[in-house]
């Protein structure tokens, strides 16, 4: 039978034990182990600060490359687009300025930017249709006049009717049928308009959203609704102007996406930019629409499905025609 006394050496034992590995931990093996591990730190934190110096490096690069690019683009665009009015559609998701640098390089090309509009939920979400319906019967007379059949899906119908209020009008001109149509569209709560009057222009840049990123979020019934609907506006933009350019990120040339969708598309005449997230995003969209001007069209970016990064170089500014 096991006695106290047992258990008391047992216990000394381990007491004894505890103690011993403590010494050897503060004594004889604190120094190279301690002196290790403070070395391997010190590395750390010097690989950290090299690394952070790294990317600060690379950012004032990006920055300075950014600059650049744009400087150049804005001395070989100069003036190769005096005379011509550009209207900027938003579509639900997407950033309203374009990408970075865009307003200085149309400016630089001789485009005055006349109208800015943003297309709201309402105008795709699958819960809007009364309202929509409510519209397109305030501006019955107007469809009559731009020869759109009755037949005709209801979101035709939206986009006949903004692009005939934002785009036609190389002048950039306020008309009465134009203002009506914009003011019942935007009473509906379908778009909203940047400025007081909305004006006409002969070119179009339409901002789309990545995938995910528009008014219908990862809805896949109110997605495909979403994406017919860009798709008639593009379709409906390009008869009624003499250029569009859909530019978005490289997300929105994903499958789902607007860009993707006008790519496979063979009846529509609109170029495509899919480097609005990138410095790349104003040169390409800007000369993509000198290149429209001259007939031309292509998709550009750094996907795998564009023709070239960036449009070869165009050449003198063509004057266009106004669309009734």
Do not use: C
Not at 241 to 248: D, E, H, K, L, Y
Not at 272 to 279: C, M
């Amino acid at each position: 039978m096991i006695d106290f006394r047992y258990h008391l050496v047992s216990l000394v034992s381990v007491f004894l034990a505890l103690a011993i590995g403590l010494a050897l931990g503060a004594g004889a093996l604190r120094g190279p182990a301690s002196d290790a591990l403070t070395s391997q730190v010190n590395a750390l934190r010097e690989d950290k600060a090299n690394l952070q110096q790294a990317v600060t490096n690379r950012e004032a690069t990006i920055t300075s490359q950014d600059t650049a690019i744009t400087m150049l683009a804005e001395s070989a665009a100069t003036g190769k687009l005096t005379g011509h009015t550009v209207s900027m559609i938003v579509l639900p998701g997407a950033e309203a300025t374009g990408p970075a640098g865009l307003a200085k390089v149309l400016t630089a090309a001789g485009a005055d930017t006349v109208s800015t509009v943003t297309v709201t939920p309402t105008w795709s979400k699958p819960s809007g249709s009364a309202d929509r319906d409510a519209v397109l019967t305030t501006l019955s007379s107007q469809l009559t006049q731009l020869g759109v059949e009755n037949s005709a899906s209801q979101q035709a119908k939206l986009a006949a009717l903004l692009a005939r209020g934002s785009a036609g009008s190389e002048a950039g001109a306020r008309d009465a049928t134009g203002v009506a149509i914009m003011d019942a569209l935007g009473e509906a709560g379908l778009v909203t308009v940047a400025e007081d009057t909305p004006r006409r222009a002969d070119l179009v840049i339409v901002l789309a959203a990545a995938v995910g990123d528009g008014a219908a979020g990862n809805d896949s019934e109110w997605q495909t609704a979403e994406l017919q609907s860009n798709l008639a506006l593009v379709t409906a933009l390009e008869a009624g102007s003499q250029g569009v350019v859909a530019v978005g990120p490289s997300g929105a040339n994903a499958k789902g996406g607007l860009l993707a969708a006008l790519r496979g598309a063979d009846n529509i005449g609109a170029s495509t930019v899919d480097v609005a997230d990138s410095s790349l995003g104003a040169v390409a969209t800007v000369f993509a629409l000198i290149e429209q001007v001259g007939g031309g069209s292509g998709d550009y970016g750094t996907g795998a499905n564009a023709t070239a990064v960036l449009p070869a170089a165009a050449g003198p500014s063509t004057t266009g025609t106004s669309t009734p």
